[in-house]
């Protein structure tokens, strides 16, 4: 079946620092990759997302990247604070799926303070 | 405006019992989905409706049961609790027009013994 894959599981960088997580999917026809981040004991919340026919987007601190071609994108974190340390989960569309996704097994970002 | 609204928070089960978590999202959205996480393996897709009076299947259905009650609410059943069903339960909502990008509700902590 298709699937996620999601590295690396748990990534610790020094405050300040970037942070980069990669995820690769194996739908060819995915055309829909968001980004989400949950906090210990809290909710998946959206932080970013992308569409197929976007190779970056930014906003703020973080961007996504997409490689169609490789089949992979990619989470950046720049100037890393404190307050970024959560668990983070890449999912793509199954298909062109308005409606279902397929999830990375997440990781966990540790920022040393 | 509450979002998405999940009830109850926290439940122990015997194996055998039955319960109905309960979910209801105030955002008019179209899609309704169950998720399970269980530890180091993201997110699991175990019901989704895509509009009122539609339910399909996700990934891992057996042993739930769902309904869509109206536009507002969509319940996840199980009928016969098992200890693997130990789990933390999350619905979400979205609107169709955004593609799947979802609103979580805050989680139901299920233990079956």
């Known amino acids: 079946g298709e699937n996620v894959e999601q590295h690396p599981s748990t990534l610790s960088v020094q405050e300040g620092d970037s942070a980069v997580i990669k995820c690769t999917y194996s739908?060819?026809?995915?055309?829909?990759f968001p980004w989400y981040k949950q906090e210990l004991g809290k909710r998946p919340q959206l932080i970013i997302d992308?569409?197929?026919n976007v190779g970056e987007k930014k906003d703020q601190r973080i961007a996504v990247t997409l490689n169609k071609t490789a089949k992979h994108f990619s989470l950046h974190i720049t100037e890393t604070q404190p307050e970024d340390s959560a668990v983070y989960f890449c999912?793509?569309?199954?298909?062109?799926?308005?409606?279902?996704?397929?999830w990375g097994a997440g990781t966990k970002l540790i920022i040393k303070p | 405006n509450a979002g998405v609204t999940q009830t109850p928070k926290f439940q122990v089960l015997k194996t055998g019992q039955s319960m109905t978590l309960q979910c209801a999202q105030d955002?008019?959205?179209?899609?309704m989905y169950w998720y399970r996480q269980d530890p180091g393996m993201g997110l699991r897709l175990i019901y989704y409706?895509?509009?009122?009076?539609?339910?399909d299947k996700g990934e891992v259905p057996n042993g739930y049961n769902v309904s869509r009650l109206n536009k507002r609410e969509f319940s996840l059943r199980l009928e016969s609790a098992a200890p693997s069903q130990t789990s933390v339960y999350f619905c979400?909502?979205?609107?169709?027009?955004?593609?799947?990008?979802?609103?979580f509700g805050s989680g139901t902590r299920l233990t079956v013994v």
């Open positions: 979400a909502s979205s609107t169709r027009d955004r593609g799947p990008g979802y609103t």
């Open positions: 999912a793509a569309s199954i298909g062109d799926s308005n409606y279902q996704l397929i």
């Open positions: 739908d060819s026809a995915s055309n829909y």
């Open positions: 955002m008019n959205h179209n899609s």
């Open positions: 409706s895509a509009s009122e009076g539609t339910t």
């Open positions: 992308i569409r197929s």
